[in-house]
């Protein structure tokens, strides 16, 4: 049962356009969500996150928007730039207070184009 | 700050062998995580602890693996004997808050 999905294995974008990655879940528990960036021979690293009594958190060219309704989020990358090419991943601990493991979408391939 | 620490980097023995991982979390965090990264099943959770004491430990693949947190700055994951099916990445993580922190993994190559 995966909790959190990332139906789109793959993006392609040109540099300098908007790239959309989404994340859809089920758990309707999860009130916080990650987005984590990883590039080959490295680990996952932090990119943004918000919480579910918003529905949008901006951090420079990223920003995440949270739709609790449709149990969607996505991030957008504006401008995409080559060194954005990475694997992304959304993420959501358990709901509540508890800390815990987090439960990871499969990842999203995005290549940006020069 | 120093990140996350993982030694060693590449790690490549034989079927049967002891492999012993190891992770320095970044200091003052209290919750340590060990992944495996596998091309067929993706970044799965393999044990957790909080403050030292394992708390989840469901995503252990088998008796054959086992980690231990003997302090709030260092921790090992063992495989004894290893298999070629181990062969992965292994990432440590660690946080404070929801946000995790990983390190730069170790790569393990079992023959």
């Known amino acids: 049962d995966q909790q959190v999905k990332q139906n789109s294995p793959s993006l392609s974008v040109q540099e300098g356009r908007i790239s959309i990655l989404n994340c859809d879940y089920t758990?309707?528990?999860?009130?916080?969500f990650l987005w984590y960036k990883k590039y080959p021979a490295e680990g996952p690293t932090f990119l943004i996150s918000?919480?579910?009594?918003?529905d949008k958190n901006e951090d420079g060219r990223f920003t995440v928007f949270l739709n609790k309704s449709a149990k969607h989020l996505s991030l957008h990358i504006v401008p995409s730039q080559p060194g954005d090419s990475a694997v992304y991943f959304c993420?959501?601990?358990?709901?509540?207070?508890?800390?815990?493991?987090?439960?990871f979408g499969q990842g999203t391939i995005l290549t940006v184009h020069p | 700050d120093a990140g996350v620490i993982q030694s060693p980097r590449h790690e490549v023995t034989e079927m049967g062998q002891e492999v012993t991982l190891r992770c320095k979390p970044i200091?003052?965090?209290?919750?340590l995580f060990w992944y495996r990264q596998t091309m067929m099943r993706g970044l799965e959770l393999l044990i957790y602890?909080?403050?030292?004491?394992?708390?989840?430990d469901s995503g252990m693949p088998e008796d054959r693996f086992s980690a231990k947190m003997p302090n709030a700055s260092f921790s090992t994951l063992k495989i004894q004997p290893s298999e070629p099916r181990d062969s992965a990445v292994y990432f440590c993580?660690?946080?404070?808050?929801?946000?995790?922190?990983f390190g730069p993994g170790t790569r393990l190559t079992v023959t």
């Open positions: 200091s003052g965090h209290n919750s």
């Open positions: 993420a959501a601990p358990p709901g509540g207070t508890s800390y815990g493991k987090l439960t």
């Open positions: 602890f909080n403050n030292n004491v394992p708390i989840d």
């Open positions: 918000i919480s579910s009594i918003k």
């Open positions: 993580a660690s946080s404070l808050r929801q946000e995790q922190y």
């Open positions: 758990n309707s528990m999860f009130d916080y």
